[in-house]
């Protein structure tokens, strides 16, 4: 019996087992023997004897994982586009109200 949810801990271990309570068709469980001596509980939808074979699971949302990503490139192109300060110019200087400040026509490409 081989543990197929990717959620739980045991995943894609190979574990032999010594018995099942309920059926494939109602919400059983399986025991297994971990290394040796350890029998562990596994409901029986997390292993490879369940009837249907689910698409594999996350703990994350769909959503979750847009979001995770936007903020990801958020990230990047705020650390690409960062100044460094010791290339940024002069000193700053106090702004004059009758001279406006030049604004820098370049832009980030990245």
Do not use: N, Q
Not at 6 to 17: Q, S, V
Not at 79 to 88: D, G, I, N, R, T
Not at 91 to 98: F, Q
């Amino acid at each position: 019996m081989r543990v197929t949810d990717p959620r739980h801990p045991l995943f894609g271990k190979e574990l032999p087992l010594v018995s099942m309570t309920g059926s494939r068709l109602t919400r059983g469980h399986v025991y297994v023997r971990h290394g040796g001596k350890a029998l562990l509980m596994i409901p029986i939808s997390s292993t490879s004897l369940r009837v249907a074979a689910d698409a594999p699971r996350s703990k994350l949302t769909g959503d979750a994982v847009a979001s995770l990503l936007a903020r990801v490139r958020e990230i990047r192109e705020a650390l690409a586009c960062a100044s460094v300060p010791e290339k940024s110019g002069p000193a700053c200087r106090t702004p004059d109200a009758s001279t406006p400040l030049p604004r820098s026509h370049r832009r980030c490409g990245r």
